[in-house]
Structure formats: C-alpha cells, structure tokens
C-alpha cells in the first residue's frame, strides 16, 4: 500500500501539461456497443453444451471529451453518478501494480488500491463502486504509458436496463476500452470525414475485447468473456466449453424483448439446476442434451438465413423456442412471470421464451416480419399493463461502433446531455 502512495516529484523547470500531447484527440469521441441476449442454452452452457449469444440492439452510448483542464470526470446519469479527479494526483500515484504481463483476474489488493483513488461515498452501492473502479482501471492501464495522463471527460448512458442478464456491464466496459484506446493512440479512429457510422478492424477489436474483458473482471470477478465478446464483435456467437466462435452472417432478427422485472438470483438457479440432474440424471440429462440440439439446430437454420432468408425459416425459430421454453420449465428455472409473458404472446399468435437465467428477469419473442404493427402494438400494450417493461429492437445487431455527432438521434443526445 506505501507504494501505492508513493508520491514523486517534478523537475521544478518543468511544469506538467495534463492535456492530450501532440496530435492525440482534441475533438468529441461518441462511441456505442451493444448488449446481448442468449438465444439457446443458458444453463445446459453450464454442463457443457453449446450457448448461442446474440447482439442486442439496445446500446450503450460514450462520449469522451478531451480538455486542458486538468480534471478527469465520469458522468453515468443512468445511475446517478459523477465524478472527478484530479489528473495531477492520479499521475503522481505508483500504478506499477497495474503492469499488465500475463493477463490474470485483478487482485483484491489492486481492487483496495483503486477503492482508496476513488474515494467513494459512504452511501454508494456496490454495483456503482464497481462501475467507477472499472474506468478507472482501464483509465490507469490504458492511459499509464503516456507521459501525461489525458485530461477527459466521459459521459455514458444507456438504453439498457442494469441487472437484467442483458450485457449492460459488459457493454459499458467495451465502450470504455475502445475509447481510451482511441484517444490514446493505441489504435486508429476508424471513423472518415462525412462518415456517419465506422466499426475498428479485426485486429483492433481483439485489442478492444482485451480491454473489455479486464472491466468485466473489475465487475464480475470472474465472467465467461461472452459477454464482451458479443458487444465487441456484435452478430451471433457460440459458445460452448470456454471456447467463442462467431457465426458467419447471421441476420438481424426483430424481437419485443420484455423485462418481467422480477429479481432473481443466477446462482441460486444454476445451482437448482444442478441438483435437479444430481437427483435426475436419466431425466435431465436428456433434457441438456436436447436444448443443446436446439441451440444446433438454430445455429443451422440462421447458417441458411444468411443466404437466403424464407419464411418456413421463422416457423422453425418458433418452434424451437418453444420446445426451448417448455425444457427450461423442466428444468425449474422458469416463473409465474414467464408463464403470463408466453401466454399473451401465444393469444397473439407470436412465441416466447425465457432468456438467461430464468426465475423472472428478462424474456424474448420473435417478431416475424409479416407480422402487422397493430398485433405488436396490441402484445405490448397487454404485456405494459402486466406491469413488465417491453422494447421493440432487434438482435443480431452491429458490435462496438464510433459515430458521427450528426448520426446520433435526439434521444441519445439528450441521454449523453444529462437532459
């Protein structure tokens, strides 16, 4: 901790210049990624079976603001946070434990280190403390190697709900990494004059997931790496055993993604699960195995949805949510929520089923694009009186993205504007 502390001095014919040094950024960076849903497989992921995660097109936006005003500031409105610090103490402070070598989970000393720069409130909840110590992290990390540290300001909100499975840490972590990398010349901005949208290279990304992947451990400790990965890559992936696999093309589907706004807890469910098989092995092993040819199946049928998109397609993705849903009952992980979510789809004639860990929290239903916007609007309508919040959006949906201040809608400006 002394060396944490450890205070150096300047050359007294020096005077530090905190702001961005030679041709580094000097105007506004937006940045946006996405969040994600599991299509198939949650929980059989767990034993060993194939996931499908998916990009969701509710999406974190980031703007940075480079400045000369010797401050570094995080504004995350959807929280209620907002914070600075001084970048003249944050450059005097020892960061040697941030020295990257092997990437390994960061250690409860480091997290103590950047608890004490944070300087917290005696009030502020966890869940805020971990997005705080996560910018600064990847600010401290990614920014260390330059003489100066860079005077910012960040702003990030989004349009996707916290603690809902749907990948909001994970796209909040990517937003930051590519930022910082960007305003520190790590990697190039992609973004052309006149261009309202442009996306990182493939070898930019990595770096980006890299990143990404460390804020998530700030948060999560120890995640799967899914989650970043789908924000930073966007599209599908597959996941089974550790190993992450892009699907070629997939296409972007409409969905109403509904939040039943019932709190759950992952652990408790997964552990349900597990006991189920313990005390069930020649009933519920099957039923991994089945939810596993499920996510295969889907898999296929997106393969041929890329080429040539027909709507025999959709009947097959119906189905298979609907053999996917009743399993996950099977399985115990479903709610009473759920059950009124699948039922108000099915009056409708659409098809419904959990997403992520079950026992509440957030469904899916797919929205053929035959469907009429009078019987979308309808479903909502019976869903919103239920109590559950519902968004009309899409899946499948580009990774990690820099804007055009021009291409971003009103909404967004306003979120990033604190309005």
Known sequence: MDAWLLWLSFPNSESPSWGFPGSMLSEALLVSAPGKVILHGEHAVVHGKVALAVALNLRTFLRLQPHNGGKVGLNLPNIGIKQTWDVARLQLLDTSFLEQGDITAITPEQMENLK??????????????????????????????????????????????????????????VCLAAALLTACEEIPNPLKDKEPVSRWTEEDLELINKWAFQGERVIHGSPSGVDNAVSTWGGALRYQQGKI?????????????????????????????????????????????????????????????????????????????????????????????????????????LHSKLTGAGGGGCGITLLRPDL????????????????????????????????SAASLDAAVRQGLDGL
């Not at 609007?377 to 559950?388: H, M, N, S, W």
């Open 372 to 403: 009429e916007g009078p019987e979308v609007e309808a479903t909502k309508q019976e869903l919103t009186r239920d109590g559950f919040d519902c968004w009309e959006t899409s899946i499948g949906a580009p990774g990690v993205s820099v804007h």
């Open 116 to 173: 004490e720069v944070a300087v917290f409130r005696e009030d502020s909840a966890d869940h805020r403390q971990l997005a705080v110590l996560a910018f600064l992290y990847l600010y401290l990390s990614i920014c260390r190697k330059h003489r100066a540290l860079p005077s910012l300001d960040i702003v990030v909100w989004s349009e996707l709900p916290t603690g809902a499975g749907l990948g909001s840490s994970a796209a909040y972590s």
């Open 245 to 349: 696999s892009s699907l070629k093309r997939p296409p972007a589907l409409k969905i109403l993604l509904t939040n039943t706004k019932i709190p759950r807890s992952t652990k408790t469910l997964v552990s349900g699960v597990r006991s189920r098989l313990l005390k069930f092995p020649g009933i519920v092993a099957p039923l991994l195995t089945s939810i596993d040819a499920i996510s295969v199946e889907c898999e296929r049928v997106l393969g041929e949805m890329a080429a040539a998109p027909a709507p025999e397609h959709y009947l097959v993705l119906e189905e298979l949510i609907d053999m996917n849903q009743h399993h996950l009952n099977a399985l115990g992980v479903g709610h009473a929520s759920l059950d009124r979510l699948c039922q108000v789809a099915r009056a409708h004639g």
